[in-house]
Nanobody, 116 residues
């Protein structure tokens, strides 16, 4: 069982920035971020593979969010800029242990609240 430890988030003004961190307890092939806003389905935000060479950003996140990996700290970051109220959600870190396995492990979630 891989544990995912998340940190970051909180309250931020519209137009501001915040950074989320996720550290897995063991090797995972892909780490990603999802979010779930009130009364909405959970949606994919971004992902990055184990060596940091391949990353994916959901369309609305492109140009505002960036996902990166610090190999020395074994931590993945989601930098979120130009936040707006529609970004308000619980953000979840998730992991795929291998390329042929889905999102098997999930973090506890961290709240990001953007106020206007």
């Amino acid at each position: 069982q891989v544990q995912l430890v998340e940190s970051g988030g909180g309250s931020v003004q519209a137009g501001g920035s915040t950074r989320l961190s996720c550290t897995p307890s063991d090797f995972v092939y892909i780490l990603g971020w999802f979010r779930q806003a009130p009364r909405k389905e959970r949606e994919f935000v971004a992902s990055i593979n184990w060596n940091g060479r391949n990353s994916i950003l959901e369309t609305s996140a492109k140009g505002r969010f960036a996902i990166s990996r610090d190999a020395a700290k074994n931590t993945v970051y989601l930098q979120m800029n130009s936040l707006n109220t529609e970004d308000t959600a619980v953000y979840y870190c998730a992991a795929r242990p291998s390329v042929d396995v889905g999102w098997k492990y999930w973090g506890q979630g961290t709240q990001v609240t953007v106020s206007s």
